[in-house]
């Protein structure tokens, strides 16, 4: 009678995980065709620089785990591909958690089991993690002794990849306090960097929720946008996210060949313009969403100017952080990308398409 | 009164109108017709949301040179921003039209309660008082209300009907027009039924 109930219990399970892998599939299938029309965007303004970008995240692996020079910047570095971990997952999450069914998966399979195959599916789209295995298995006995640390690292990739399917608000403190932590001139051990880091989002684990939206108000265009990036602030954290990284791979590069800083700096103003204006493509489409109530209030026109604000004040924050940082500020260029820039908000709000993708 | 002439709107293949001729001569209009006449198209269209393929809408003899404070619309059909609260989206509306805060319609509506919550959290019938206070604050003289009554409780429709009652009080050349499914109340209220 147990051994019947155990075989039918798996049965219902391993049926209960083909749905899921077919549901998961097909998000991911349309993630990527969605992913592919930015990709063109991507691949004519970057096109021959993405087998070095690839390069450059291993280079940055490497850097985590060799800290014997300056742990600090070796924390940095780790803060910020956990950052970027947990952008590529929030893009996967609904794939993953299967989100716009999890009711109906409620209805038929255990809750456990919801959880269980989550953590499965998780685990295969962690390509960072998998990246850092991959990384482990090849060192020795006597390298891992060195290295101490690398572990704690892919500790907090499984566990931040938990954090950003059930508890996103964590992770948002958690990588705010993080940040503070690596920015303090101390010096203490590679180790204690990452142990701090996994007792900081433990500790966000607690923070309540603030929810400032009510008390904003909301008598202009320029408080409707507020709250809308405020509301969805995800637009702004993977954007912002990205630009990090393409700052500290400038930083990474302009170290080792201080010769080629001017192709670097085109190079730079080229993924500043791409991050900045895509923005547009969420813009335009709260635009074509709200149109019609903007039109009963007579502000068409106004709105429909508001919707490309964003993406421009976004580039010139960028450009203006990126000159300050690197006291790098070539008014050619700086002409240029904003020029650039326009012109990309332009055929972003042209190309619905496109624009899909983003949603 | 409003003049529909020669009206032509199609949807793709879909055609709605077609050389669509109609008068409503009366104050107080309710238009029943079946689902996908084209009710709701029509409202869009007379409050210059909507385009149309060609035809011409007369308000009181004229084609009025602002449509947008000459008609008060409250449909589904337009978006309202689901991430604000009810009371930012109505401070937007009050700010940007130089209306006065519709203290009375909200507390009217027993509506004060909600101000506070998201669009998106407010129950249908709740969304469906947010869209009537946004068009009644107006005080336009013509006021278009689509499905007024769906998902409304029993006092708030009593109150709509009260508020309907006294609207073209002061605006001897206005017009209420609205579609409805279940018409007998607003009949009761002198509204004149009738079909597309």
């Known amino acids: 009678m147990n051994i019947a109930f155990s075989k039918h219990l798996l049965t219902q399970y391993r049926v209960f995980m083909g749905y899921r892998y077919l549901a998961y599939q097909l998000e991911l299938k349309q993630l990527l065709l969605q992913l592919k029309s930015f990709g063109l965007l991507f691949l004519v303004v970057l096109g021959s620089s993405v087998l070095g970008l690839i390069l450059l995240l291993f280079l940055g692996l490497g850097k985590i785990i060799d800290s014997s020079a300056a742990s600090q910047y070796s924390a940095q570095m780790a803060l910020f591909y956990l950052l970027l971990q947990s952008v590529m997952l929030s893009a996967m999450k609904s794939a993953i958690k299967n989100s716009y069914q999890r009711l109906f998966q409620r209805t038929i399979a255990r809750s456990v089991w919801l959880y269980l195959i989550d953590i499965k599916l998780l685990t295969l789209s962690n390509a960072w993690l998998i990246a850092s295995v991959l990384i482990a298995l090849d060192l020795s006995l006597s390298q891992w002794v060195e290295v101490p640390h690398f572990i704690v690292f892919m500790l907090l990739q499984f566990s931040l990849g938990i954090l950003c399917l059930y508890k996103p608000s964590a992770l948002g403190y958690g990588f705010l306090f993080s940040a503070i932590l690596v920015c303090v001139p101390i010096h203490i051990q590679s180790l204690t960097y990452h142990m701090g880091f996994a007792l900081l989002f433990a500790l966000s684990l607690f923070v309540p929720v603030v929810n400032i939206n009510g008390r904003i108000a909301v008598s202009s265009l320029f408080g409707f946008w507020c709250c809308y990036l405020l509301n969805h602030s995800w637009v702004l954290v993977w954007r912002v996210s990205l630009l990090l990284s393409v700052f500290m791979a400038y930083a990474t590069l302009i170290n080792e060949r201080a010769d080629l800083v001017p192709i670097f700096a085109v190079l730079a103003m080229a993924f500043i313009v791409l991050f900045s204006s895509s923005l547009q493509f969420d813009c335009g489409r709260v635009y074509e969403q709200y149109r019609l109530f903007f039109k009963t209030c007579e502000q068409e026109r106004a709105f429909y100017i508001s919707q490309f604000l964003s993406s421009i004040l976004l580039f010139l924050v960028a450009t203006i952080s990126y000159s300050v940082i690197f006291g790098y500020t070539h008014i050619v260029l700086f002409v240029i990308g904003n020029m650039w820039c326009v012109l990309q908000v332009y055929l972003a709000q042209k190309n619905q398409r496109i624009m899909r993708w983003f949603g | ?196």
């Open chain 2, 1 to 196: 009164m409003i003049e529909v002439i020669g009206l032509n709107k199609q949807f793709s293949d879909n055609v709605i109108y077609r050389d669509y001729n109609k008068v409503f001569s009366s104050q107080k209009v309710c238009i029943d017709a079946p689902n996908g006449q084209g009710k709701t198209t029509l409202l869009m269209m007379l409050a210059g949301l909507e385009k149309p393929q060609s035809g011409t809408f007369l308000f009181a003899g004229k084609i009025p040179k602002e449509l947008g404070k000459q008609v008060a619309i409250a449909t589904d059909r337009i978006a309202l921003p689901e991430f604000l609260t009810a009371q930012q989206i109505m401070h937007l509306s009050v700010n940007t039209l130089g209306c006065p805060w519709p203290d009375a319609i909200i507390s009217g509506f027993n509506f004060s309660e909600f101000l506070n919550t998201r669009f998106d959290a407010l129950s249908s019938g709740n969304q469906k008082k947010c869209q009537l206070i946004l068009a009644l604050m107006r005080k336009a003289p013509y006021l278009l209300l689509d499905e007024p009554s769906a998902a409304l409780d029993q006092a708030s429709i009593q109150y709509l009907l009260s508020l309907l009652d006294a609207y073209l009080a002061d605006k001897p050349n206005g017009q209420i027009i609205i579609t409805c499914h279940e018409p007998a109340p607003f009949v009761e209220h002198g509204f004149e039924c009738i079909s597309l």
